[in-house]
């Protein structure tokens, strides 16, 4: 028997030629081979999540692998209808049904089948019209391959019309329409012009010496205080050791400091989120913006490399670098919660995205020092400080260029026994407190911020 090894060389040791007919032979084997395609080959779901909120609701399909989708939506009644290629039915898929909640203000119900070989449909019943954003997010962090359906009102809602009817004090006629006319007339938080009172405007004068009462009677002003939860929805921010996330335990504080500013004659609180779900950094700004903000305070309770560091800090913006290592990280860090919360880049007004983030202005700046200043010496008396100065970095939250902006970091959550006192409801007050009390300081040192312009 020949040596298989040997078989294919001449008695001299040199490789024989290759035939013609050898070589049709492999080729035709070759051509023989079954050839799999990329669709053929089923993804696989991880996991399914929806984020409902009265200014969205998002629908979420983790993936181990990329998969293309198509979608069209139906009037009469209204639906939206999302093919899903190489797609196959899977338990975790099945779970996307329950996941409804009966106060969705978009979704009604939703239907999961498997319309065809390889490709799985998916019907949600919608409660109104919709304008929908479709698209896939790479692997970053926790997550792996993610499909977003976005679902959006087919008539953007307005952050400021939002707000206004939510305040309890619109009285009159038509109250909308008369602060809508303040607004025209120049008034910068758009809003109703009450008596900004001795207690916030200065403390320390009885009534009796505040000079021109009656004349400031006409020129004061609520003012509007943005508070901005960090994350949210599928972004959980941070996560400590004790499974607690920061997007949780950042929203309870900022609703506990919006009752309590919503609490103080002459100021009134606005959130960026009132719930779990996603904003983008660009998008808090605008809200901010849109609602005539007089100060944006971003809540946050980060992680560090070191379980040990703690501490609360508070930070501006830097318009020439970050003022310690902890900062530059943190920014960075905070920098991409675009990416790990999801934003849809096609959908970005590119213009608009880099005028807001671009822009800033050394008042912005320095107007932002002063209320740091104020929040980190009540910060003080609640647990400790990072750090005993005001800190500056990139935040790009913080780029708002007409508003003064800080961003506070209550705790750190990934130091165990910070994690605590950020779950704890006795801290969390003890937080919201420390924020009015300095907010409050604040404007009673520049109560030329509550006039009519």
């Keep these: ?24 032979a492999a080729a035709s084997a070759l051509i023989c081979l079954p050839v799999i395609p990329r669709l053929a080959m089923a993804s696989t779901v991880l996991a399914v999540r929806t984020w409902p909120a009265a200014e969205y609701t998002r629908v979420t399909l983790e993936l181990d692998s990329e998969l293309k989708a198509e979608h069209f939506t ?29 106060d969705d203000p978009y979704i009604q119900s939703l239907r999961v089948g498997q319309n065809r070989p390889n490709v799985v449909r998916i019907v949600i019943d919608l409660k109104q019209a919709i304008a929908p954003q479709v698209f896939t997010l790479k692997p970053i962090g926790d997550y792996q391959y993610r499909l977003v359906l976005d679902l959006y009102p ?14 309890p004090d619109l009285s009159g006629d038509d109250p909308l329409a008369r602060i809508l006319e303040e607004i025209g007339q120049g008034n910068p938080a758009g809003l109703p012009s009450p008596v900004v009172p001795p207690s916030i ?10 000079p021109a009462i009656a004349e400031r009677k ?3 002003r609520t003012v509007t205080i943005a508070i901005d939860a960090g994350h949210g929805g599928e972004d959980p921010g941070a996560v400590g050791k004790g499974g607690t996330y920061e997007k949780d335990v950042v929203l309870a504080i900022a609703k506990r400091l919006k009752a309590k500013i919503d609490a103080t004659p002459g100021m009134r609180g606005y959130l960026t989120r009132d719930g779990d779900y996603f904003v983008p950094l660009r998008v808090r700004v605008e809200k901010a913006r849109r609602v005539k903000a007089d100060l944006f305070i971003s809540i946050h309770a980060d992680a560090f490399v070191r379980p040990t560091a703690g501490g609360s800090s508070v930070f501006v913006l830097s318009d020439r670098g970050a003022t310690s290592t902890t900062a530059s990280w943190l920014a960075k860090k905070e920098n991409a919660a675009d990416l790990i919360g999801g934003v849809n880049l096609g959908a970005q007004n590119e213009q608009v995205a880099k005028l807001l983030l671009d822009l800033s202005t050394t008042a912005q700046i320095k107007d932002s020092k002063q209320v740091a ?9 609640v647990y400790r400080l990072h750090k005993p100065r005001v800190e500056q970095a990139g935040f790009a939250v913080l780029k708002a260029p007409d508003i003064p902006s800080v961003l506070v970091e209550t705790a750190f959550i990934s130091n165990p026994k910070e994690e605590r006192l950020l779950r704890n409801a006795k801290y969390q007050e003890k937080f919201a407190t420390a924020l009015h009390s300095g907010v409050t300081q604040f404007f009673r040192s520049n ?7």
Aim: charged letters at 25%; glycine letters at 2%; a positive charge.
């Design 1 to 24: 028997m020949v040596d298989d090894a040997k078989r294919d060389v001449t008695p001299t040791g040199q490789p024989q030629p290759v035939s013609r007919r050898q070589l049709l």
């Design 74 to 102: 139906l009037e009469n009644p209204h639906r939206m209808v999302v093919d899903i290629e190489g797609l196959r039915m899977n338990d975790a898929l099945q779970k996307l049904v329950a996941n409804v909640k009966a």
């Design 154 to 167: 087919l008539i953007a809602q307005d952050p400021l019309m939002a707000f206004l009817k939510q305040q």
């Design 201 to 210: 405007v200065s403390p320390a004068k009885p009534a009796a010496q505040l």
């Design 218 to 220: 006409r020129r004061q």
């Design 373 to 381: 200043q104020k929040l980190l010496n009540e910060l003080r008396d």
């Design 447 to 453: 109560p030329h911020l509550a006039e009519v312009s």
